[in-house]
């Protein structure tokens, strides 16, 4: 990451797509009947937004995986697990993969710098993503315990025999596919006389 990238980065500041309940539902298989459910028993709790429910990225990957889980037999109010790591995993490869999951705002010449960088290698999303150690999958052992690996070869530890595998990278690409909106927005640092642009990561020009 050039030295230019990086003063960007630090200087900018970046902003969280947020989902409705009909979204969420997209996303995560998670009925607005059953998400009523869940509200109902202190096991769903949206921020509100002038009056209307709303979900952060951080919270349908929560909610997506914890979903999952109850289908296997885990219910949400026994499945108190921290999954921000698994959101950031999710999220880098979401960056990463998918076309359009960022979308840039700045003065020209800059976003075009930033998406080439971007484009160049995966340190722009793995920063964004808030520098994940390990991002490709989640372990959920038979004591709820959580850890997040890279290879395959170490999702089975020879601890535990019965574990629970999310695959992040599914789950990242889901965000943005059925979201269908960039997850996050970055904003550069404006320059005087200079015209602001947005485009979107992964696929050119898109100026507005």
């Known amino acids: ?13 970046c902003e969280y797509a947020e989902y409705s309940p009909g979204e969420l539902q997209r996303i995560s298989g998670l ?8 509200r109902r028993r202190g096991q769903l709790v949206p921020h509100r937004k002038s009056g209307h429910a709303k979900f952060s990225p951080l919270e349908v990957v ?4 914890r979903y999952a889980l109850s289908k296997l037999g885990i219910p949400p109010g026994e499945c108190e697990l921290d999954l921000f790591d698994a959101f950031s995993g999710a999220l880098f ?5 998918v076309d359009g999951a960022c979308e840039v705002f700045g003065p020209s010449e800059d976003v075009d710098s930033f998406l080439a960088d971007f484009a160049e290698s995966g340190r722009i999303a793995h920063y964004l993503a808030g520098s994940p150690s390990a991002a490709n999958y989640l372990v959920v052992n038979e004591a709820h315990e959580v850890r997040i690996v890279d290879d395959p070869q170490y ?6 025999p019965f574990l629970l595998v999310v695959d992040l990278e599914l789950i990242g690409g889901r965000l943005v596919e059925r979201g269908r909106k960039p997850i996050v927005a970055f ?19 898109n100026d507005c």
């Open 1 to 13: 990451m050039t030295d230019a990238i990086n003063t960007m980065l630090h200087a900018g500041r």
């Open 31 to 38: 009925t607005t009947d059953l998400q009523r459910v869940w």
């Open 62 to 65: 929560e909610i997506t995986i």
């Open 93 to 97: 490869h979401a960056l990463l993969n």
């Open 155 to 160: 999702v089975f530890d020879k601890t535990d």
């Open 187 to 205: 904003y550069l640092p404006e320059r005087k006389g200079t015209r602001t642009v947005r485009r979107l990561t992964g696929l050119g020009a």
